[in-house]
């Protein structure tokens, strides 16, 4: 079993739909992010929680909202997609900050908003 | 403006033959960097690292070589097996703050 959960896999919709991509993890990390990949940007953060009270904007957080609803799940919304949201998206976890504690990331969520 | 910039997309090289992936950056705070590893339909995985005090950290066939001055890291992978074929990522961070990942660097490995 994975670690790092991502559903769905994969989802389709439509511009002005709201639409929740979900995390959840087995590893007892305290720290989660949620990254989006496009095609030569490399992975982008949007959103981290250091622990269940603390919510912290990203790079690029406009548009999107988090929600941490225990230690081990921390879910990634699109109130109203539009088409450069098209992407692919990664939930991360990591035990602290420091150098030795890189990230552990799940296996993605690829989005297309038509 | 991107900090962190992996100017190959792509690189081919035979097997057993050494890969070399660069990455330049533009932020003098960065005092950390991480290589991540990317193949299809998984997420990155942490791959090996190098501290700012450092200029070469080596683990089995992967060197990581760190240049301050220049601003410039690489990557060496000796030799190259097939199973090396993948994305990778370079991903320096500044004390406190998060990772910055580079654009990738699409390596295959022809056997």
């Known amino acids: 079993d994975a670690d790092v959960t991502q559903t769905p896999r994969n989802r389709i919709t439509k511009t002005g739909k709201r639409i929740m991509l979900e995390c959840s993890q087995t590893?007892?990390?305290?720290?989660m992010y949620w990254y989006r990949q496009d095609p030569g940007l490399g992975l982008r953060l949007i959103y981290y929680s250091f622990d269940v009270k603390d919510i912290n904007k990203g790079e690029i957080s406009d548009g999107y909202s988090v929600s941490r609803q225990a230690q081990a799940k921390f879910s990634l919304s699109l109130e109203s997609a539009i088409p450069n949201q098209t992407a692919l998206y990664f939930c991360?976890?990591?035990?602290?900050?420091?150098?030795?504690?890189?990230?552990?990331f799940g296996n993605g969520t690829r989005l297309t908003v038509t | 403006d991107q900090q962190v910039k992996q100017n190959s997309p792509s690189l081919s090289v035979q097997e057993g033959r050494i890969s070399i992936l660069n990455c330049d950056y533009t932020?003098?705070?960065?005092?950390?960097f991480l290589w991540y590893k990317k193949y299809p339909a998984e997420g990155p995985t942490f791959l090996i690292s190098i501290s700012s005090i450092k200029d070469k950290n080596e683990d089995g066939r992967f060197t990581v070589f760190l240049n301050k001055s220049a601003k410039h890291l690489s990557l060496h992978i000796v030799p190259s097996q097939p199973g090396d074929s993948a994305v990778y990522f370079c991903?320096?961070?500044?004390?406190?703050?998060?990772?910055?990942f580079g654009g990738g660097t699409r390596v295959l490995v022809k056997p």
């Open positions: 932020n003098s705070m960065f005092d950390y």
């Open positions: 991903a320096p961070k500044a004390a406190g703050n998060k990772l910055t």
């Open positions: 991360a976890t990591s035990e602290g900050q420091g150098p030795n504690s890189p990230l552990h």
């Open positions: 590893k007892g990390h305290d720290r």
